[in-house]
């Protein structure tokens, strides 16, 4: 299993400080849109120059332009790069042919989509390699992210990754659905020691 650690609404400077504490630990380094808007694809290529072997993960949620916008996450360096389900079939095509022509990745985010087992059904014929399941996880009532998942897992072969609010307490839960990767950010962003955190569960991906 994979562990993304992702950043976002966290200061440039305290970025590229946690991420040379954790980014040993990580698959990939998922910087959010809240950071993209805020600083531009010139986040991407500081923490490329800071830890040239850094895998960036570009949470751009792409619903528009993808062609382009693709581009420019490519030129700065990110490998994966996020559109969202809820927008035209032909801008997830775009998407995915811009980031495949220079050996990249695309992630499909169903947050938006109107019926996630359609999109999951739909997204490898797109160019989809991957698709993130982005959903609150309440530890009292799960049934509706089990529902969603259930839906998601069975019309798709292709690898999923969770984001939630993954922490310490969840985590256990979160493995038992067997994901490709998960995606984590304040429980090891916001932690008094961040090394420490992203070993932990670095160690139970493995």
């Known amino acids: 299993m994979k562990l993304h650690i992702s950043f ?6 305290k970025i ?5 504490q954790v980014a040993k630990y990580a698959d990939a380094i998922e910087i959010g849109p809240f950071l993209l808007y805020k600083h531009g694809t010139k986040l991407i290529e500081n923490l ?11 949470d751009a949620k792409i619903i528009s332009r993808g062609k382009e ?11 994966w790069v996020t559109v969202m389900a809820g927008t035209d ?32 059904l739909e997204a490898k ?35 999923i990754y969770i984001s ?6 969840n985590i256990h839960k979160i493995i038992e659905f067997k994901p490709t990767g998960i995606i984590i ?5 916001g932690a008094l020691d961040p090394a420490a955190e992203a070993e932990f569960f670095k160690n139970l991906c493995d």
């Open 8 to 13: 976002d609404n966290i200061e440039q400077d």
């Open 185 to 189: 950010g304040q429980a090891i962003t």
């Open 164 to 169: 939630t609010r993954i922490t310490r307490e």
């Open 89 to 120: 079939k032909e801008v997830i095509h775009n998407v995915c042919s811009t980031l495949h022509a220079n050996n990249r990745k695309a992630m499909l985010d169903v947050r938006d989509t109107a019926s996630i087992g359609q999109s999951a």
């Open 125 to 159: 014929s797109l160019g989809i390699d991957a698709i993130l399941f982005q959903v609150p996880y309440d530890l009292d009532n799960p049934v509706n992210f089990i529902d969603k998942w259930d839906m998601l897992r069975g019309n798709t072969q292709l690898p």
């Open 69 to 79: 916008i693709s581009q420019l996450m490519v030129d700065a360096g990110a490998t």
């Open 48 to 58: 490329i120059q800071t830890i040239p072997e850094i895998v960036i993960a570009a």
């Open 16 to 20: 590229l400080e946690v991420t040379s």
